[in-house]
């Protein structure tokens, strides 16, 4: 895969909300600045962590979310430990209550 493009999972702000979504753009910009900068693109969990980095760098930070790190650590969990989609959706409403105190939109 070249990182010639960024794509998003289309239906993914109905579970995620904008936010969160938002954090996974800045996230997949991030590792196009990364392989602009150092060449690198594979998915190893250092690899991602720096995408983190890069993307919060280079976008404005009026723009980037309020939660940007804790979506990230979210999604890095993904990264530990391969979840199915039920493995997730449940994670994700955990989140919810950790963090917004609001339910996911299922
Ligand atoms: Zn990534």
Known sequence: MKPASIWIWQTAYEIYGWDMVTSALIHEFGHCKLYESEGIWEGSIEVERKANEYGRKHVPPDLVPALYEEHRKFFLKSYETPWTREQ??????????????????Y
């Open 88 to 105: 997730c959706l449940e994670a994700h409403q955990q989140w919810c209550t950790q963090f917004e105190r609001t339910e996911p939109h």
